[in-house]
């Protein structure tokens, strides 16, 4: 047998086989990561998870670019993970968690990193108890603020502070927190989302709970804004005549600093590229309405924007300025066919067209202040 395997015609063959395996093998590997950005979301409670699927469908085109949602633990620990875990490209964080961060400067090089876009607002809910009134009712009570480190822990945290308000804090899962609180537990719970949140759909008026308004004072932290809760939100919990006040809170998608890693830089790049270009269609059906509130073009003025972003908002900025409807969508057909030509779409019909750009105009309609 050992005879027959170690005949010179064999052995050269059987050689050939070994090498050509790990050859095969790298090829496939390469094939698998080619185009691939990990983004990183916070919890499955929250919008962001629903936010990087949609992203993961606009930018999938099946073989030179993927994006790979990765649900993360919370928006304080994005950070650390954009910074130093391996693999992480992108993260949707907080707005007020990064300010937190860098103000308690316990991120080495958090500087560094740069944002594409300010992407949608999330309110800020505080679910209670029917016998508790006011937020001041909550003096003293045990608040359930998700879990340490969290968007909600911070922002809470911050938000009783501002009110000099002392409360006991747990740090449960929301889903926990929901039956402490049926059951008398706890006096509330807070929780920062996108609304309307799934956790409190399908609650109503008769599970003896109700939102309480969170009061808004614009010379305490600009990096809140007023907001209100509606019917339209939540119809269990809130009568049509009667909008609960509270805040939200900006989210962000960072990048990593990647310049020395340049094929994990490209990536980002070409993602940037797809993602902005394709913006449009996260507007129409089937996408989270959240899209609705983003605005590529809004500057937040304490981060540096990544240079695939500024970039391309730079090239494109000449179509904001036309007044002219007619070169306008002219300007918007030719972009479409070589945008398709690129990537190997098949055109567009120009009655396609001309539906997209109605899309487009609405949108454009809805950014004015």
């Known amino acids: 047998m050992v005879e027959f395997l170690f005949r010179p015609g064999r052995l050269v063959s059987l050689i050939a086989v070994l090498l050509w395996i790990p050859s095969a093998f790298g090829q496939q590997v390469a094939a698998v990561n080619r185009g691939v950005v990990e983004l990183e979301t916070t919890g499955s409670d929250g919008v962001s998870v629903r936010i990087a699927e949609d992203l993961a469908h606009l930018v999938d085109d099946g073989s030179t670019r993927r994006v790979l949602p990765v649900v993360g633990k919370s928006s304080l620990q994005n950070i650390t993970d954009l ?51 006011t937020i ?12 340490p480190g969290s968007g909600t822990d911070i922002t809470a945290g911050r938000l009783f502070d501002q009110l000099k308000l002392h409360v006991s804090v747990s740090h449960d899962s929301p889903q926990v927190a929901i039956e402490k609180l049926r059951k008398g537990d706890i006096g509330a719970i807070a929780f920062v989302t996108g609304k309307p949140a799934p956790l409190f759909v399908g609650l109503t008026g008769d599970d003896g709970l109700h939102f309480l308004p969170v009061p808004f004072d614009a010379t305490q932290n600009t990096t ?64 989270h309405p959240k899209w609705g509130e983003v605005n590529l073009a809004t500057d937040i003025p304490t981060l540096r924007r990544h240079d695939a972003a500024a970039q391309w908002l730079q090239r494109n900025a000449q179509v904001s300025a036309i007044q002219d409807p007619a070169k306008l969508q002219d300007m918007f057909s030719r972009f479409i066919d070589e945008r398709r030509q690129a990537t190997g779409g098949t055109p567009m019909t120009d009655a396609e067209k001309a539906a997209l750009f109605q899309q487009f105009q609405n949108w454009q309609q809805s950014q004015k202040p």
């Open 83 to 133: 910074k130093y875990l391996r693999g992480i490209d992108l993260a949707i964080v907080q707005d007020d968690v990064l300010d937190y961060a860098k103000n308690q400067k316990s991120i080495p090089g958090i500087d560094a990193m740069t944002y594409i876009t300010k992407l949608y607002n999330e309110e800020f809910h505080l679910l209670a108890r029917s016998d508790i009134k």
């Open 136 to 147: 001041t009712d909550l003096a003293n009570q045990k608040v359930n603020v998700d879990l």
């Open 224 to 287: 809140y804004a007023p907001t209100r809760l509606t019917s339209a939100d939540y119809s269990g919990l809130i009568k049509p005549e009667q909008p609960v006040n509270t805040i939200a809170v900006g989210s962000i998608l960072l990048a990593a600093d990647r310049r020395k890693v340049p094929d994990r830089y490209n990536n980002i790049t070409n993602f940037v590229q797809i993602f902005f270009t394709g913006f449009q269609s996260l507007l129409g059906p089937g996408y």
